[in-house]
């Protein structure tokens, strides 16, 4: 172990020592002499991983040989989004069952429709504060970086599709609650399943106790058998994290990142800035166990962010969050919530993006303006968990709420990918970190846990992963 990661650094830090140098113009190095050097790192990843055994290690050599992959063959890559897409179907057939098996199983085994209604109301007046907070950094960032000021929009064409949908206060309330259950299923609309499995849940505590044994065990078992799923499905992530990384680098190349780097720096340092000013400062408050909080997030934060897809990252998520110390019950109540109503990345790039439109089309809005666009933003952008391109369509309403022009939004279309593996990445921390928040307000947090103590897949399926990879 200590041999491989020592030639892993030596290896790194002469191909970082020869593209320096070849970019500073210090020495001309062969390009095919680079790549090498490149590739050479990747492959002693591999041999590091083999020691490692570890699920995050393999995502994150994964991420970095399909970021390799990418670059080197561009048109090969475009070809690996198969492989997540393949990754996202088998997720998404898991968020459905799991949620309603522990919602189900937390609210009638325990019984208490008390605590119930107490955690709603706590996680709804968290949810507003943090992404209140996250539109104020955001709306700071971009006023600061002034990213969008100077743009010459002549020559933007619009390359996709975006409607713009204005959400009124009707639609947002009418989206919660389900019109039919294998419609939302069907949709991904994890709000409407949490919404119908909680009042499952409480229809059944209410039922004599011959008539809820039988349903209460169905539903234990089903989310254990959906945790055992989730461990099959995770196994085929690094793969999915490859394909990912590998057609989004081949499709936008680096280029992306001379024309907008500007806004990509800019929406990076906030959602930074909004995890040292306010994630850390809520960890400090609740008393998070910051060492196993880390532990814990890791592999959802990884998945999501290579991803750009919160569903990859939730059951892998609920599972880490319980075995840190957070009650199912919790647990399973507020991370799915949290998609819907504790969006903070989303939020934060929502703030940023749309002073960006303003800016890029020359139009000065005054603090006032600045502040309604935020408060309809608080709004609007509840409740959109499952719609595709969810935050170009929010944000497509309110640049026509407010009469901006719509062309400064494709050229964000172009890096929106980029944009979109930060975002959701934060929206998942943001997540995780409120079901331990609302575990600790609510007296339940186990500081005891240990969180190896219980194994993420059993002797039988480390012994497949192994052969796998």
Known sequence: ????????????????????????NVIAIEAWLLQASRWLVIALLFWWGWYRRSL?????????????FGYSFPQTGQQLKILSDIFLRLIKTIIAPLLF????????????????????????????????????????????????????????????EVKAVKQNARDIILH???????????????????????????????VDQRRREPMLQFAESLAEVMFKFTNLVMYFAPFAVFGAIAYTVGKYGLGVFHNLLALLLTLYIALIAFVVLVLIPV?????????????????PFTLAFATASSESALPIALENMER??????????????????????????????????????????TVGQQVMMMLTLMLTSKGVAGVPRASLVILSGTVATFGLPMEPIFLILGIDALMDMARTSVNVLGNCLASVVIARWEG??????????????????????????
Request: charged share 15%.
């Open 101 to 160: 098996g522990t919602l189900v199983s937390g609210i009638a085994g325990h019984g208490n429709l008390k605590q119930v209604g107490r955690m709603g109301w706590k996680s709804i007046l968290y949810f507003e504060i943090v992404t209140t907070l996250a539109l104020i950094v955001g709306l700071l960032a971009i006023n600061l970086s002034g990213a969008g000021r100077g743009i010459d929009l002549s020559g933007i064409h619009q390359t996709e």
């Open 444 to 469: 339940e947090f186990d500081d005891a846990a240990d969180f190896n103590a219980i194994p993420p897949v059993t002797a039988q399926q480390n012994e497949t992963a192994e052969k796998i990879l």
């Open 56 to 68: 995050t290690s393999w995502i994150l050599i994964f991420l970095v040989a399909g970021f390799e």
């Open 283 to 299: 960890m400090l408050i609740a008393r998070v166990p910051f060492r196993r909080f880390v532990r814990a997030v890791s592999e």
């Open 176 to 206: 919660v609650f389900p019109e039919n259950i294998a419609k939302a299923i069907t949709e991904g609309q994890v709000l409407q399943i949490v919404v119908f499995s909680i009042l499952f849940g409480i229809g059944l505590s209410l």
């Open 1 to 24: 172990m200590l041999r491989s990661t020592l030639l892993l650094l030596t290896a790194g830090a002469i191909a970082a020592a020869l593209h320096a140098a070849d970019y500073w």
């Open 324 to 365: 840190m110390g957070v009650p199912r019950k919790i647990v399973a109540f507020v991370l799915p919530t949290g998609y819907s109503f504790n969006l903070d990345g989303t939020t934060l790039y929502l703030a940023l993006a749309s002073i960006f439109v303003a800016q890029a089309a020359g139009v000065e809005l």
